[in-house]
């Protein structure tokens, strides 16, 4: 009984994964998740492993030449 509840947790947990990776690829944003709190330092949610900081250092320096 127990090895069954086991298999279907992790197939639950991947289809989960699975599914948040999709949306993170296509951009889709769903309003009802939670947000994360990001510092600084952190590292980015986008999963790229860079830091957050020069993430967005990024995206300001290109939202900033387009404005222009």
């Known amino acids: 009984m127990l090895p069954l509840a ?29 947000r994360i709190k990001v510092s600084r330092n ?5 999963g790229s492993g860079k830091k957050y900081k020069k993430i967005l250092r990024n995206e300001l320096k290109a939202f900033a030449a387009n404005s222009s």
């Open 6 to 34: 086991v298999e279907t947790l992790q197939a639950h947990g991947a289809r989960l994964e699975k599914e948040r990776q999709r949306k993170m690829a296509g951009g889709i944003v769903d309003l009802n998740s939670r």
């Open 42 to 46: 952190g590292p980015c949610p986008c």
